[in-house]
């Protein structure tokens, strides 16, 4: 396994879209074992398959149990080929992005989802989540068609973002 580069805005890539996964082979599962060694060692709760420059419709959510804040491989989810179903009840989530470092600001996002989806090895599957999961989901959904999450920022804020942007580079 493979730790891979994590591209940081505003790398070009990050702005394309990913496209569908048609084959559902040893190179993908081999992509999704190292994604994940990848996100783990970054501390990431979610990874989609172009942060690291593979144009995919391929991501990875791990969100930490409450008990313990801690994240078990049990829990991945691998989402390949990801469409939203159902969506309700919109809330403001406090985002990050291993792709944005060290930067964090409130989105608007729905609170449920309904998610289809195909697994590693091309199965049909259908998933509810809420809350934290469902966030996750859909800002690695984003990523997918190109957008980050700091798009989703009033002008403000966004100026503001860019304003740090700047600070952190010439520190």
Known sequence: MAILEVLSYPNDILRK?????????????????DMYETMMQRDGVGLAAVQVGVLQRVLLVNIPREEDGKQYKEDLYEIINPVILHKSDEIYWDEGCLSVPGFYEKVKRYKNISLGYQDRFGNERVLKAEG????AFQHEMDHLEGILFIDKLSILKRKKFEKELKKAKIS
């Open 17 to 33: 879209k990913s496209s569908k996964v048609e084959k559902f082979d040893s190179k993908l599962h081999v992509l999704l074992d």
């Open 132 to 135: 934290f999961l469902a966030v």
